[in-house]
């Protein structure tokens, strides 16, 4: 297979909305159908069907509080992690803080360095930010992921990886809908984005929506208004809506597979 070319998205507003759905890869085709008209496949994205692999290093706590945020069920919530795009990984890696209030998505990311990023993640020293060649914005996101790495104690716990199959409204651009396949995590404790495939373990996705038929992840993301043909593809397929993070299912297969995690490490975390 070629080797896919890093996926760069530009131009996020503030705050969004992020609807996501289960559904088997029957309608997931079906789906794309229906949004033809509406959407195309991502012009950002490699030239082979708009399909690109994902790979997120995400950070957590000593007694994963992060994690722990999503299944209480907290209002106001934040995942920090490295991304990087492409089967290699060998394009830029993005700092990446994504704060949820309630409903609303805020998403701030920044360009690292393709050598030396791993100094974002040493909690104790800040880094040299100043030989990055950084903008103000991009300066600001990270400074603060390095404050949140420090007053957190953040760091790596696992890496997730799938493939995503990503599409942009063709009036309205602020519209995503995506379609993410092959979710698998790699537990590790070092600042690396792994690639090796065979160090990764797959993810039911079935499983985390309730026990449906799926192996696909839709998500549609837009801006306050929800487009009313969207509003028809949901009534069309009786699509479910469902809460779903890829980090949350990830750490709690990995929780339970004793070979992937310190032996006792649930006692230690849940009591």
Known sequence: MARQ????????PPG????????????????????EPYC????????????????SLYLDTRTLALHRSVLDLQPRRMKVRVRSYGTDCDGPA???????????????????????WQ??????????????????KALSVVRDFHEQVSARDLSPVLAVRYEREAWVGRLDRAVRVTFDRGLRYCPTRDAVLPTDESAYR??????????????????????A???????????????????????????????????????????ALWG
Not at 94 to 116: N, Q, T
Not at 203 to 215: I, Q, R
Not at 231 to 237: E, H, I, L
Request: aromatic share 10%; hydrophobic share 40%; charged share 30%.
């Open 40 to 55: 195309e496949i991502d012009p950002l994205a490699p030239r082979d069907g708009g399909t690109y692999t994902i790979t």
């Open 225 to 267: 208004r929800f487009p009313v043909w969207l509003t028809d593809m949901v009534r069309t397929f009786d699509l479910i809506r469902g809460s779903f993070t890829k980090y949350t299912t990830s750490v709690e297969l990995m929780l339970d597979d004793a070979s992937a995690w310190r032996p006792g490490v649930r006692a």
């Open 94 to 116: 993005w700092a990446e803080i994504k704060r949820r209030d309630v409903d609303v998505i805020m998403k701030s990311r920044a360009r690292l360095p393709r050598d030396g």
């Open 5 to 12: 070319q890093p996926y760069i998205a530009r131009h996020k």
């Open 119 to 136: 100094a974002l993640l040493d909690r104790d020293a800040p880094p040299e930010l100043e030989n990055w060649g950084l903008g103000d």
């Open 16 to 35: 969004r909305y992020e609807f996501k759905y289960a559904i088997p890869e029957a309608l997931a085709r079906r789906v794309a159908r229906f949004i």
């Open 202 to 223: 797959p993810t039911d996705v079935a499983e985390s929506f309730e026990g449906n038929a799926s192996h696909v992840v839709l998500e549609i993301k837009f801006d």
